[in-house]
C-alpha cells in the first residue's frame, strides 16, 4: 500500500503553490509514496480578492478538514501575515476539532513552509507559531535541519527558507522563487517523504 503524502497549502499570488509544486516532485521521486496538492479553501469574497489584485485559484483541489486523516504525513505551506499563517489556513486548522477530539492526526509526520514579503517579514517566526497546531493533534513536527547541505549557507543570493522549512521572498509579489529556493523546496518534499515512509513500515 502507498504511503500517502499530503501537501496541504494555502496560496494568494502564487508562490507558495510554486513550493508546492516542487515539493510534491521531491516527493513523488520516493519509491512507494503517494503525493497529492490539495489548497485549503479561501475565506475571501471574490470582490476583496480582485482589489488585492489576486490572480485565479488553480484547479488543485479543495481539501476538506476530515480528509486530513487519511493521509500518513503532511506538508504544510502559507504565506505569512504579520510573522504568522496567513488567515485562510488557520480558518481551515480551526476546522479540524474533529480529529482533534479524536486525535486522528497524532504520530503523523509533518513539516512547514511559508513565503513572506521580505527578508525580515517572519519566515521563522511563521513556522514557529504554526508548530502549536501540530503540537495540539499530537503532530511530529519534521524541520529539515541543515540536511540541504551548502544551500542552508547561501549568503550571495536572497534565499528563503530555513532548518524549519522551505520558504521564498515574494517582495511586492513580482520576485518568484529562484531555483536555489525551488531546490530546498524539493529537497523538503523528498525528506519529509522518506521519513514518512519511515514512520509507516515502522508502525
Excluded: C
Excluded at 492526526?105 to 514557529?128: D, H, N, R
Amino acid at each position: 500500500m502507498a504511503v500517502k503524502l499530503y501537501i496541504v497549502y494555502y496560496s494568494m499570488y502564487g508562490h507558495v503553490e510554486k513550493l508546492a509544486e516542487e515539493i510534491k516532485k521531491g516527493a513523488s521521486s520516493v519509491e512507494g509514496v503517494e503525493a497529492k496538492l490539495w489548497q485549503v479553501p479561501e475565506i475571501l469574497q471574490e470582490d476583496v480578492l480582485g482589489k488585492m489584485s489576486a490572480p485565479p485559484k488553480s484547479d488543485v483541489p479543495i481539501i476538506t478538514p476530515n480528509e486530513l486523516a487519511e493521509a500518513d504525513g503532511f506538508v504544510f505551506g502559507f504565506p505569512t501575515r504579520f510573522g504568522m499563517m496567513a488567515a485562510q489556513f488557520k480558518a481551515f486548522l480551526d476546522g479540524t476539532g474533529g480529529l482533534w477530539r479524536s486525535q486522528q492526526l497524532a504520530g503523523k509526520p509533518a513539516g512547514i513552509f511559508y513565503s513572506t514579503g521580505s527578508q525580515g517579514g517572519g519566515q521563522e517566526t511563521t513556522a514557529l507559531t504554526a508548530i502549536t497546531q501540530l503540537v495540539h493533534h499530537g503532530m511530529i513536527f519534521v524541520p529539515i535541519g541543515y540536511t540541504f547541505g551548502a544551500g542552508m549557507f547561501e549568503m550571495e543570493k536572497v534565499k528563503g527558507g530555513s532548518p524549519y522549512g522551505a520558504g521564498t521572498y515574494a517582495g511586492d509579489g513580482s520576485r518568484q522563487p529562484s531555483e536555489l529556493e525551488l531546490e530546498q523546496a524539493f529537497h523538503q518534499g523528498k525528506y519529509l517523504a522518506t521519513i514518512t515512509k519511515k514512520l509507516k513500515e515502522a508502525a
